[in-house]
């Protein structure tokens, strides 16, 4: 056998390995790897749409915790203004009462004063009609 021929016939034999492999196998072998690559790319963007959606999320969930609070303040200085009208209105009412309770005890005070005077007067008048009936000799 000569060098040469079997030089030729591998070479040959290779070429048509090379064309079956270029036509049969490469072709699955590069869609397997574009799809493979594009997962990937797609991982990638889809991780990084995840992180940007996580900080939005922080941002408007500090924006909502900020607009509670803010919520939560308001409802405490009105809970504390209606306390406040609450205390002056039964501050006022006291007062009203308090006056009116006056009145009535002076009026009552008034009252036991009159009914006091009303019997002294009346032994003052005894008193008196004695003396004078006294004096005149009855």
Do not use: C
């Not at 009026?107 to 032994?123: D, H, L």
């Amino acid at each position: 056998m000569n060098f040469n021929a079997t030089l030729i016939g591998q070479m040959i034999t290779f070429g048509l390995l090379v064309l079956f492999t270029m036509k049969y196998v490469w072709p699955p072998i590069i869609q397997a790897m574009q799809e493979r690559q594009k997962r990937i790319a797609d991982g990638l963007a889809s991780a990084e749409r995840g992180v940007r959606e996580q900080e939005l999320a922080k941002v408007k969930a500090a924006q909502m915790l900020k607009e509670a609070k803010q919520q939560a303040a308001e409802i405490v200085a009105q809970a504390h203004k209606r306390a406040n009208e609450i205390i002056e209105q039964s501050k006022q009412e006291a007062r009203v009462e308090g006056d009116r309770q006056l009145h009535a005890a002076k009026a009552e005070i008034e009252q036991e004063v009159n009914r006091a005077r009303e019997p002294v007067s009346y032994t003052h008048l005894d008193v008196y009609k004695r003396q004078t009936g006294a004096m005149r000799g009855e």
